[in-house]
C-alpha cells in the first residue's frame, strides 16, 4: 500500500500543499524550476508513449482478425464513447452548479523560475497518433513480420519509460505545482470542489455499470443479475490492485461461475475486453476534464471540442497501455492537444485521477459482464461456437 503510486501522489500533493502554504518567494522559485523540468520530461515522452502503445495494439489485433473479434472491438469502442458522452452531459449539466468560484484576480503573484530547460517534443501528439494509426494499420495490410516485432519490442520500450522515467517524476512534478497552488492561494479554495468530484466520479461509474446491464439484458432476454451478482470478488481486486491486468484471473472466474454466459465467449471476451474497454476509465477522464478546465480555466470546453475528444479518446482506451492509469497516460497528448490544457491543468488530471483509479478499473471490470453477454447471444443466435480452452482463437 505505502509503495503504490496513488498513495505516493496522495504524499507529493499532500507535501505540495504543506510547502506552498509555508515557503518564501525564494524557495518558490526552485519549486518552480523543478516543476518546469519534471513536466518537460512528462510532456516529451507523450509521443513515445502514444506510438509505443496505439500502433503494437493495432498490429496485435490485426493479427488475429476475426469477424468476433471484429464485433467485440466495435462493441467496445462504442461502449466507450458512449460512456464519454455520458460524462461529458453529465458534467455540463452538474459542474456549473458546483460553485466554483473564480478567483484569478486575487491570486498571489508567482515569482520568476530560477532556472529553466526545454526539452522540445520529438513530434506534436496529434501527429504521433496519426503515424501510429497509420503506421499500425500498414504494418498489418503488409504483413511485415520484422515490424510488427519491432513495434512490439516498442511497446516493452515504452512501458520501460513509463514504469522507469515517468512513474518516479509523477510524485515530484505533481507536488510542486500543487505548491504552486497552494502558494497563489488557488488550491484553498478549490480542493474541496475535487473532493465532491471524486464522489460524482464513483457515482456516474456505477449509474453507467446499471446502464450497460440493463442493454444487456433488453438484447440477451437474460437477466442481469445472474451475471453482476458474480462479479464481487473481481470488483474488490480492481479496487485492491488498480489492474485490469492483475484483475483477470479473478474476473474469468467470476464470469465462468454464470449459467447466463457462454463459456466460449468467457475464455474468449473477458481476456480481449480487460484490455480494450476502458469506460470507467473514459468516464474519468471526461468528467475530471471538465471540472479541472472550469477551476482552472473559469470555463467549460465547447461542446463540439469534447465531442471530438471523447471519440478520439476511445481510440486510446482501446490501446492504453497495461499500467495504473494506463489511459490517462496514453492520453495526455489529447488533453494538451484538444482541451488545450498547460502544465497546471495536467498535473491535476494525474493527481486527482490516480486517487480514484481504483475504482474507474472496478468499473472496466464490471462492465465487461454486459458485453459478453451481448456476445454469448450473438454467437448463438448466429451458431458460432469456440472451444473453452482453445488457443487458437478460430470459430467453427
Not at 517524476?169 to 474541496?192: C, E, K, M, N
Not at 481510440?315 to 494538451?336: D, E, N, R, Y
Request: charge should be positive; include cysteine.
Amino acid at each position: 500500500m505505502l509503495k503504490t503510486l496513488p498513495f505516493r501522489l496522495l504524499l507529493a500533493l499532500a507535501a505540495g500543499l504543506l510547502i506552498g502554504s509555508t515557503v518564501n518567494a525564494t524557495l518558490m522559485n526552485v519549486i518552480m524550476s523543478i516543476r518546469h523540468i519534471s513536466g518537460q520530461i512528462v510532456f516529451f515522452s507523450v509521443p513515445i508513449i502514444i506510438i509505443g502503445s496505439v500502433a503494437p495494439s493495432i498490429v496485435r489485433m490485426g493479427k488475429h482478425a476475426s469477424k468476433l473479434l471484429g464485433i467485440s472491438l466495435m462493441l467496445a469502442y462504442l461502449s466507450v464513447v458512449a460512456a464519454g458522452l455520458f460524462a461529458t452531459f453529465t458534467g455540463f449539466a452538474i459542474i456549473p452548479r458546483l460553485s466554483i468560484a473564480s478567483a484569478v484576480d486575487s491570486l498571489r503573484a508567482l515569482p520568476d523560475m530560477v532556472f529553466s530547460l526545454n526539452i522540445p517534443q520529438i513530434m506534436p501528439p496529434m501527429s504521433a497518433l496519426a503515424l501510429a494509426l497509420i503506421g499500425g494499420l500498414a504494418v498489418v495490410w503488409s504483413d511485415s513480420k520484422r515490424f510488427a516485432a519491432l513495434l512490439g519490442e516498442l511497446q516493452g520500450i515504452m512501458l520501460a519509460i513509463v514504469r522507469k522515467v515517468i512513474i518516479p517524476i509523477l510524485p515530484v512534478f505533481i507536488g510542486s505545482t500543487f505548491a504552486t497552488l497552494a502558494y497563489d492561494g488557488r488550491i484553498t479554495t478549490q480542493l474541496p470542489v475535487f473532493l465532491q468530484v471524486i464522489l460524482l466520479i464513483i457515482l456516474i461509474h456505477t449509474i453507467w455499470i446499471a446502464v450497460l446491464y440493463l442493454i444487456a439484458a433488453l438484447y440477451s432476454r437474460k437477466h442481469p443479475m445472474e451475471v453482476l451478482r458474480h462479479y464481487g470478488p473481481a470488483y474488490l481486486t480492481a479496487v485492491g490492485t488498480m489492474s485490469s491486468a492483475a484483475t483477470l484471473p479473478v474476473a474469468l472466474q467470476c464470469a465462468s461461475k454464470s449459467s447466463v454466459l457462454d463459456k466460449g465467449m468467457v475464455s474468449f471476451g473477458v481476456p480481449l475486453l480487460a484490455h480494450v474497454h476502458m469506460p470507467g476509465s473514459v468516464l474519468s477522464i471526461t468528467f475530471l476534464s471538465l471540472s479541472v478546465s472550469q477551476v482552472l480555466y473559469g470555463t467549460l470546453p465547447a461542446i463540439e471540442t469534447m465531442i471530438l475528444f471523447v471519440v478520439l479518446l476511445a481510440v486510446f482506451a482501446v490501446a492504453a497501455p497495461g499500467v495504473p492509469g494506463g489511459t490517462l497516460m496514453a492520453s495526455l497528448g489529447l488533453i494538451i492537444a484538444v482541451l488545450g490544457f498547460d502544465e497546471t491543468g495536467t498535473a491535476l488530471m494525474l493527481a486527482i485521477f490516480a486517487l480514484q483509479d481504483s475504482f474507474g478499473t472496478a468499473c472496466n471490470i464490471t462492465s465487461d459482464g454486459p458485453v459478453v453477454m451481448g456476445l454469448s447471444k450473438y454467437a448463438e443466435k448466429h451458431g458460432l461456437k469456440m472451444e473453452e480452452n482453445s488457443d487458437s482463437g478460430v470459430f467453427d
